[in-house]
């Protein structure tokens, strides 16, 4: 170790490596992987110096040590990315904590490489559907978090006149569900419902997020008891995909809100969604690490860690996705982190109808999505972008999510030398059920910097120091 060098829980005052992915100012959707050295101050990037080969780079790191500045240096085969930004998490803290709670769920963000998450509306009890119930989930979630911490609004039936106040608290948009969430306690919108949901969001300028699956659909496909993961496809069909898309994109077509599909399953709703978006219309669209990462050619029977809805589907259609990835149809990969415990997950021995649906991919996704990605030719600047940029544009939060000057301090490094074999016992969040136990990656999140200070590796070691974060206001115009 050099003097200067950094210590896990202090502050950092010079991040730098041969491969930093800057954000592109003359292309705001790129970035560039550049030798360079960002300079943090306050919690922010107070600069960004790009030098044109490394040892340029160490000359100035030498300069920096010298002075007496506390200095990350990355490996040559590692790249700083910015944090990632996880939209889409169920930390089910208060009420279900048993499940997952802020604690566990942003240490596994933290050792994962996740700077910011943004916690669903359901499985905590009480749901995120009121301002008040806003207030008890933030409540709940301080002096825990290991990262930064926003929440999503619900839209359920009957809550209509809340979408306002709970946008005035702060919420980052509203989730709702075209079929049953699994939880009694935030019932699915029906037509009627979406569309005066559409409608509300519009007026505000809000986000309305779908889980996008059809009630009638999933209503008359049968769903047998069975351990047989090829059964437990077929209960969820593409279909049902499909037509809660097509109502999606019509009302958003009607209404102008903006709207945003949720985990996107089945491939063969991106034609639809490459129409809405060709025709102009404000919807965005997401994708995640298992249906990236994982196969039903490839998941055993009675292995309720797989089971999620919409399920993961067959090889053709996961290549599929990554077309409508590299395509820009998808906008954004997040982990749909839905964890619960193992009774819940073991509900009926097996059988697949039984077991609670969720995949705990929060720690593994960056590392699982960047690997595949790898394997197809594709680049971490732009697994980023899925994973961290346009995350964080989707909720606003565009101190996030980019290493720009007077961006927040939140980094990855990403070292595609240091490989890693996943130990469900091992990962940081609550239950050791994971569907990626036993997988080995060539590369793996090595360190994580979150508003300047770099992490410890152990989850206990964290610092709690995290915000909760509320939607940024739009600064008034003088
Ligand atoms: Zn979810």
Redesign the pocket.
């Known amino acids: 170790m050099t003097p200067g060098d950094a210590l896990p829980g202090g502050p950092l005052d010079v991040v730098a490596g041969p491969r930093v992915l800057v954000a592109d100012d003359a292309a705001p959707d790129r970035v560039r992987s550049v030798p360079a050295l960002l300079r943090l101050a306050e919690g922010r990037i107070a600069a960004i110096e790009e030098h044109p080969d490394v040892r340029s780079l160490d000359a100035a790191l030498e300069a920096e040590r010298a002075r007496g500045a506390t200095v990350l240096r990355a490996p040559d085969a590692a790249a700083v990315l910015p944090g990632g930004v996880d939209t889409?998490v169920?930390v089910n803290e208060p009420g279900r904590t048993h499940w997952e709670g802020f604690s566990s769920a942003t240490a596994a963000a933290a050792l994962g490489g996740v700077t910011t998450l943004v916690d669903?509306p359901?499985n905590s009890l009480p749901p995120t559907t009121t301002a008040a119930h806003l207030a008890v989930k933030r409540d709940a979630a301080a002096g825990q978090l290991a990262v930064d911490v926003g929440f999503w609004g619900g839209a359920i039936p009957g809550n209509l006149a809340d979408l306002e106040p709970l946008w005035e608290a702060g919420v980052l948009g509203f989730?709702c569900f075209l079929s049953p969430s699994g939880v009694e306690e935030f019932p699915p919108l029906d037509a009627a419902g979406l569309r005066a949901a559409l409608v509300e969001v519009a007026r505000l300028g809000a986000l309305l997020i779908v889980?996008a699956e059809d009630a009638a659909v999933l209503a008359r496909t049968p769903a047998p008891p069975s351990r047989a993961y090829a059964d437990f496809l077929a209960s969820r069909p593409e279909d049902a995909e499909l037509a809660a898309i097509a109502a999606v994109v019509e009302g958003v077509r009607e209404t102008g809100a903006r709207a945003h599909v949720?985990?996107l399953s089945s491939a063969r709703a991106l034609p639809l969604l490459a129409e809405a978006r060709a025709e102009g219309l404000p919807l965005t669209v997401e994708t995640c690490p298992h249906y990236l990462c994982l196969s039903a050619e490839g998941i055993p029977d009675a292995a309720p860690q797989f089971k999620c809805c919409p399920p993961i589907r067959d090889d053709a259609n996961r290549d599929a996705l990554w077309d409508g990835l590299v395509d820009g149809v998808i906008d954004l990969v997040v982990s749909?982190?839905?964890p619960a415990d193992a009774a819940e997950k073991e509900r009926g021995d097996g059988d697949l109808q039984q077991a609670w649906g969720?995949v705990s991919g929060l720690q593994v996704g960056l590392t699982a999505v960047a690997a595949e990605a790898r394997a197809r030719g594709l680049g971490l600047e732009q697994v980023s972008r899925w994973t961290s940029r346009n995350p964080a544009d989707l909720v606003g939060l565009t101190s996030k999510g980019r290493l720009a000057v007077g961006a927040d301090a939140d980094l990855a490094v990403f070292d595609e030398a240091v490989p890693w074999s996943v130990d469900v016992a091992r990962l940081a969040h609550r239950h050791p059920i994971s569907a990626y136990d036993g997988l080995v990656y060539p590369g793996s999140v090595t360190a994580t910097v979150r508003a300047g200070v770099l992490l410890p590796r152990e989850p206990d070691a964290l610092p709690r120091d995290g915000s909760r974060l509320a939607r940024p206001r739009q600064e008034a115009r003088a």
Do not use: A, Q, R
């Open positions: 889409h169920h669903m359901l989730k889980h949720l985990h749909d982190h839905s969720g």
